[in-house]
């Protein structure tokens, strides 16, 4: 039999596979109680001895155990990122002794990421794998030679049933210069030994081991860490008074930090960008010379401000769904566009209330979200509350169509949010706004940690708002109308204007230069483009039969009128093709947000509550 799947020769001594419990006898019920274990102890040892082989080498000691079956699962997806990643696909080398006794135990593996061991009455069981982590993201393992960094999902493993028990971690860096952070305490007497409450926190708790700077701050009177692995031209002082600014705003919409410690793990690399929150902590990846320019650092900014929000909003302010994790399937909700959106509605925001930048900054930051958002064919496809629901199979698995059928929960509900509280204010004269929400959430569900319904979260807000909002919540969340903006922004003296080049008529497909040829990434549904055949991945080699590229096409299309129809030419799987294309009225690629021409003392007077600064303060954009 395979060895990887059997555990080689122990196969005798298991049980036959037709005896196996199957997975869903073993949760804790009164049909299949599972046996009690008051003094099981569970603790993992990390090591890298061999960092430049990207492989973390991990024994896990069951202390305690009474049972003749130990089942060990390991996460297919972590908190925060809400995909199936399929951790398991990484493990390699598993084997499992008596940890009396030495003796090799007999186990198989049951499902992608079950394994089940004969632990033969042993009271101590000693688990040892290796999980292969060359994936730099925030939400997977990484290790070189400078540095180790590992979500508890991607490493570790439950045991189903036992989750609540306390475990703890000992890490053995490659060589005695590696430093260890995290956000879980330090267990006293015990050299880099750590221990999570739980399971649930183990996940929580991501590592970063090695080469790094570590910065100490205090904001709001309890201690901060920023830990910076990677070169880079930041500036850490400037960086970290705008960190405690930020963390001073926030706290002081929910009424204080709900932590006694925060670490901040930041990696600088070549290119990324991203962000996974965690209770007391969170990850962060960021081009490592992003912070010099404006615009550059200012995004930054708003990724802290977004995933320290998160620290309320998703881990204590939860939708029900998501108050117990199962760590095996998709878990869904339609509400990620609140926990997510309305984040992202504050993520920049939160830099302006804090004086990070000025309102015209904002104000232009939020101009490129609409622009984002009306610039997407999928916000006349798909619902909002589909797209919480559907981020498991769509968000994270874009194709050539996703712009086309999907619309992102953190843009649209960043949308919603955004048009929330513009509602909220001008019904209370900006004496309640969508802060009081939040607030509310917070003390209701976030305190507790109870979870919200969808229905509960609906009601909150309508109460704030006080008006009937079934219409709103119906159109916004359950709907592909286009949403109202420009009726919820003229009460704020502000309007949309669409900006493009009209002179240019629309084609409707996206041209870009790859290995010297002209490739087309994406046709808009209905465009003239795909109406005549055009296809992403064809080869555009030319327009009415000369040739040209990427950078041209668009002083090309200058030569044409909408009506006009030009002949392309290009490769569609090699095949060599001719179409006629029938060019379009040109459309806005760029929306902004501008004062409206005189307006009212009212207008005004709503602007300033909203803002705080005079509305006569924001210049028009020059054309």
Not at 273 to 293: A, D, M, P, T, V
Not at 417 to 443: A, F, K, P, T, Y
Not at 453 to 479: K, M, N, W, Y
């Amino acid at each position: 039999m395979n060895r990887e799947v059997f555990g080689g020769e122990q196969d005798a001594q298991f049980a036959p596979l037709e005896n196996l419990r199957p997975d869903s006898e073993l949760k804790d019920s009164p049909e299949h109680p599972l046996p009690s274990a008051p003094g099981l102890q569970l603790h993992y040892h990390v090591a890298m001895p061999h960092p430049e082989n990207h492989l973390f080498e991990i024994t896990l000691t069951v202390q305690g155990w009474q049972s003749d079956r130990l089942n060990l699962k390991m996460p297919v997806w972590t908190p925060g990122s809400y995909l199936v990643r399929e951790y398991a696909r990484h493990l390699q080398d598993f084997t499992v002794v008596n940890g009396q006794t030495d003796a090799p135990l007999g186990w198989r593996k049951v499902g992608k990421n079950h394994w089940q061991v004969n632990s033969q009455g042993a009271n101590k069981v000693t688990i040892r794998y290796r999980i292969y982590a060359n994936e730099l993201t925030v939400r997977t393992n990484h290790l070189d030679s400078t540095h180790g960094y590992f979500n508890g999902a991607a490493l570790f493993f439950y045991i189903p049933g036992y989750e609540l028990y306390p475990v703890q971690v000992t890490i053995a860096p490659p060589n005695p210069e590696w430093q260890i952070a995290t956000a879980l305490p330090a267990v006293p007497g015990e050299a880099n030994t750590f221990v999570a409450e739980d399971f649930d926190t183990l996940v929580d708790s991501p590592f970063e081991i090695g080469h790094h700077a570590v910065f100490e701050f205090e904001a709001v009177g309890k201690p901060h860490q920023l830990v910076v692995w990677g070169e880079s031209n930041l500036e850490p002082e400037r960086l970290i008074a705008d960190m405690q600014k930020v963390i001073q705003t926030e706290a002081d919409l929910f009424g204080g930090l709900p932590y006694d410690r925060y670490v901040f793990l930041l990696h600088l690399a070549s290119q990324g960008f991203g962000g996974l929150e965690h209770k007391n902590s969170c990850s962060l990846i960021y081009q490592r010379f992003g912070f010099r320019n404006k615009d550059k650092y200012d995004r930054f900014i708003q990724l802290v401000a977004h995933e320290f929000f998160h620290l309320w909003n998703v881990k204590r302010i939860r939708p029900q769904a998501l108050e117990s994790f199962d760590y095996d399937q998709e878990n869904y909700t339609p509400s990620l566009w609140f926990s997510e959106g309305t984040t992202s509605y504050y993520d920049l925001l939160i830099p302006y209330r804090a004086g990070v930048y000025d309102a015209q900054t904002y104000l232009s930051a939020l101009s490129k979200e609409i622009t984002r958002f009306l610039t997407t064919p999928g916000r006349k496809v798909q619902p909002l509350a589909e797209s919480s629901f559907d981020a498991w199979i769509k968000l994270y698995r874009q194709d050539a169509n996703s712009p086309n059928t999907q619309m992102s929960y953190y843009l649209k509900g960043e949308m919603v949010s955004l048009l929330l509280d513009l509602l909220i204010r001008e019904r209370h004269n900006n004496q309640r706004s969508l802060d009081d929400v939040m607030r509310q959430i917070w003390e209701q569900f976030g305190k507790p940690e109870i979870g919200f319904t969808p229905e509960q979260l609906q009601q909150v807000i309508t109460a704030i708002a006080g008006c009937d909002l079934s219409d709103f919540f119906e159109r916004a969340l359950h709907g592909t109308a286009e949403l109202p903006f420009e009726e919820y922004l003229q009460p704020f003296g502000l309007k949309l204007v669409g900006d493009g080049d009209e002179s240019v008529p629309y084609l409707g497909l996206t041209l870009k230069t790859e290995n010297n040829r002209d490739v087309i990434k994406f046709v808009e549904s209905e465009s003239p483009a795909q109406l005549a055949g055009i296809d992403m991945g064809d080869e555009l080699l030319a327009i009415n039969g000369i040739r040209v590229s990427a950078d041209q096409l668009h002083e090309r299309l200058r030569d044409f009128r909408p009506g006009d129809t030009i002949q392309c030419t290009f490769f569609h799987q090699d095949e060599l093709r001719s179409a006629s294309v029938t060019l379009s009225q040109p459309r806005p690629n760029r929306y902004q947000l501008v004062p409206v021409e005189r307006p009212s003392r009212k207008q005004e007077q709503y602007f300033q509550g909203w803002l705080g600064i005079p509305l006569a303060k924001i210049t028009k954009p020059e054309r």
